[in-house]
Nanobody, 116 residues
Framework: QVQLTESGGGLVQAGGSLRLSCTAS????????TGWFRQAPGKEREFVAA????????SVASSVKGRFTISRDANKITVYLQMNNLKPEDTAVYYC?????????WGQGAQVTVSS
């Protein structure tokens, strides 16, 4: 079973940047479109960004467009989320997983806290 590990979270001031990493335990993940999701306190988990297995196609939520960029490394096992110009409303736990279909087990996520 695939295990996902998110890292790179932290506390940052508004306007700052963070880079999240998502590492999978199996190479099979490079066959799937992979996404980043986030869940803020008291809210449902929401889609943030996705990248195709090839890395050639990406999509981002309108709320983060122009500020967040998703990418994956050459072996396509690690997926990154570069977050720039962070806002307090970006505060959430960030998770990675398949972008659709039967999800893999969720990892622990990476806490991102943006102070104003």
């Amino acid at each position: 079973q695939v295990q996902l590990t998110e890292s790179g979270g932290g506390l940052v001031q508004a306007g700052g940047s963070l880079r999240l990493s998502c590492t999978a335990s199996k190479r099979t993940v490079n066959q799937y479109t992979t996404g980043w999701f986030r869940q803020a306190p008291g809210k449902e988990r929401e889609f943030v960004a996705a990248i195709s297995w090839s890395g050639e196609e990406t999509s981002v939520a309108s709320s983060v467009k122009g500020r967040f960029t998703i990418s994956r490394d050459a072996n396509k096992i690690t997926v990154y989320l570069q977050m720039n110009n962070l806002k307090p409303e970006d505060t959430a736990v960030y998770y990675c997983n398949k972008a659709s279909g039967n999800m893999w087990p969720w990892g622990q996520g990476a806490q991102v806290t943006v102070s104003s």
